[in-house]
């Protein structure tokens, strides 16, 4: 076991959007293990209903949905206005990111698929607890 894995994020709470069932299971596996509150959605219409009903910390957005696709979903998020939504942190969950189209669509970053994502995710967890504590 590594130094992230026994560390907690007791408190955070992330939206994770993403159409696959496989990817939903295995971010909200990792999250339940580090103690963070995850909130779950298949597409980009629940992550709007959800983003402007509930506070979260963070969001990881898939960027192929149905309805709704990520881009759409973080350049709606951004458009509510407001410090919030304006500055709410949205990463964009893809192996071969368009950098110049997320930052288009208002992504504050990306992670990438596996086997590197555990660790990215770690990192990213690790650096919001230390920004914001």
Request: charged residues 20%; negative net charge.
């Amino acid at each position: 076991m590594d130094s992230y894995e026994k560390k907690s994020f007791k408190g955070l709470h992330v939206l994770v959007v993403n159409a696959n069932l496989i990817d939903q299971r295995l971010i909200s596996h990792l999250l339940l293990q580090w103690d963070v509150l995850a909130d779950v959605t298949a597409n980009g219409r629940d992550a709007l209903e959800m983003v402007s009903t509930d506070i979260y910390d963070l969001v990881l957005m898939g960027l192929m949905m149905p309805e709704l696709d990520g881009y759409e979903t973080t350049r709606a998020i951004r458009a509510m206005g407001g410090n919030y939504f304006g500055h709410l942190p949205v990463y964009a969950l893809s192996c071969n990111p368009d950098n110049a189209r997320l930052t288009e669509c208002g992504f504050t970053g990306s992670l990438s698929g596996l086997p590197l994502f555990k660790e990215e995710l770690q990192e990213l967890l690790l650096q919001f607890m230390t920004v914001h504590s």
